[in-house]
């Protein structure tokens, strides 16, 4: 480490994704670099996102396509990805020996599945490049003159430079340090700085028969949701119950959406489970199982709706039919199928493809895996990602307000604004 009194040429403030990428490429381009780090490594949000697997990018390369999953912010975002884009994330990782595989719905993984060798791979680069990494050091303040950013107050003591990287990242995980902090200092220095509210996270429910299945799984099933009793939107895919509601991909990329509606009234779903039959063909399906069991408790038939023919419909997982037929509230707990009555079957096909749910909220902050909230991208200068407040100032990652759904979208977006930052310096 450096005299403090000497200067650097940049201080990149985060080890996150966009801070490794930023401070790496400023220092291939020749630059001094210092990053500062509050824990006691780099990369530690890095390790434990995608359920450890580390959802690198979304293997979507038509540029207009990928971009439509940021909303408003695209119009912003265009520059920025033709300078790092998604084929130079996949050229990236595999020069430096770790090649992508792709999954379902594009999303791009290292192909060894583990995300601690996304940030083995950055450290290098870090390292090959002469970046200088200050770990355990918080920074405290940014002291300014005449507009300028001059020195970085730590807990380590006063490092100044001649530009300051801020990628601080938001307010998700705050268990890996994420707790906003270069969102005060960019308050402090002028910026506007949009409230974080959880962007792609779990939702909670009323219902207590949804609550008593965590862990069970719906893998094709169709829920649809309802504003004051009129139908928003509808979504099929898989679903998770939790011991609080909702989650999976499919719920956790509709939390904006819900978050939007639960602003405007009350918000109500209905769960399909069933959404290849229509209530006829599902009717006849629960004759066929009955007719099959007839002596048996009707609850456990429900988890026999077995294929049949060409039509493949998989039986319900034990939990869920359980509390299904607890749904249907029939007048003895373990009555015989032979003793279902024809409407008592109606109702139970109704269940089937239209459970009721009462939405009660957005999960915290703390469940979240993305948050938006930060500085809106009119006060950035996104083919550069420099600061139209501060001269010297480039923001990066998740410290910018960009909403985006899972599936590799928030790490693109950090690779992307961390190179074209470190890339203007």
């Known amino acids: 480490m450096r005299n403090k009194n000497q200067k650097y040429d940049v201080i990149v403030i985060g080890g996150g994704a966009s801070g490794m990428m930023a401070a790496g490429r400023a220092g291939e381009r020749g630059k001094s670099v210092l990053l500062i780090e509050k824990n006691a490594d780099v990369g530690k949000k890095l390790d434990i996102t995608g359920g450890g697997r580390c959802n690198i990018t979304n293997a979507e390369l038509d540029k207009h396509a990928f971009l439509k999953n940021y909303g408003k912010a695209q119009q912003f975002l265009y520059s920025p990805l033709s300078m790092f884009g998604v084929q130079d994330t996949f050229d990236f ?35 090959d490049n002469g970046v200088e990494i200050l770990a355990k050091t918080s920074v405290q303040d940014l002291r300014a003159e005449n507009g300028r950013i001059v020195e970085a107050i730590t807990s380590h003591g006063i490092y100044s430079a001649n530009d300051f990287i801020i990628a ?18 960019l308050l402090s220095l002028g910026h ?9 996270v779990p939702i909670k429910v009323r219902e207590a028969w949804a609550k008593a299945q965590p862990g069970v799984t719906l893998s094709n099933m169709k829920i649809t949701f309802f504003s ?12 998770l119950f939790t011991h609080f509601g909702l989650s999976g991909p499919l719920i956790l990329n509709s939390a904006g959406a819900i978050g939007q509606l639960l602003s405007e009234g009350d918000v109500t779903a ?7 039959l229509d209530f006829a063909e599902l009717e006849k399906k629960l004759l066929s199982a009955i007719d099959a ?15 049949a023919g060409r039509l493949q419909v998989p039986p319900l997982p034990a939990g869920l039919a359980s509390a299904v037929s607890g749904l249907l509230t029939l007048p003895e707990p373990k009555i015989k199928s032979h003793s279902v009555t024809k409407e008592d079957r109606k109702r139970l096909v109704h269940i089937l493809k239209s459970a009721p749910l009462t939405i009660t909220g957005l999960m915290g902050l703390d469940r979240a895996v993305i948050s938006d909230g930060g500085v809106p991208l009119t006060e950035v200068d996104t083919r550069t990602c420099a600061s139209l407040i501060v001269p010297n100032l480039y923001i990066t990652g998740d ?7 899972s599936g590799g ?5 950090c690779w992307t604004t961390g190179y074209v930052a470190g890339s203007n310096v």
């Open 228 to 239: 004051d009793g009129k139908k928003a939107f509808s979504k099929k895919g898989g679903l």
């Open 399 to 405: 410290v910018l307000h960009i909403n985006r759904p």
């Open 409 to 413: 979208y928030s790490l693109q977006m």
């Open 168 to 185: 601080t990242g938001g307010l998700s995980h705050p268990e890996t340090g994420s707790t906003g902090d270069g969102l005060k200092w």
């Open 270 to 276: 209905t769960i399909d489970m069933f959404p290849d």
């Open 293 to 307: 069991n007839k002596n048996k408790d009707f609850k456990n038939v429900l988890e026999k709706i077995v294929p």
């Open 192 to 200: 506007k700085v949009n409230p974080a509210t959880p962007t792609i």
């Open 93 to 127: 990782f595999t020069k430096r020996g770790l090649p992508l595989i792709v999954e379902a719905r594009k999303r791009a993984f290292p192909e060894t599945q583990k995300a601690t060798d996304v940030t083995r791979v950055m450290k290098k680069y870090l390292a």
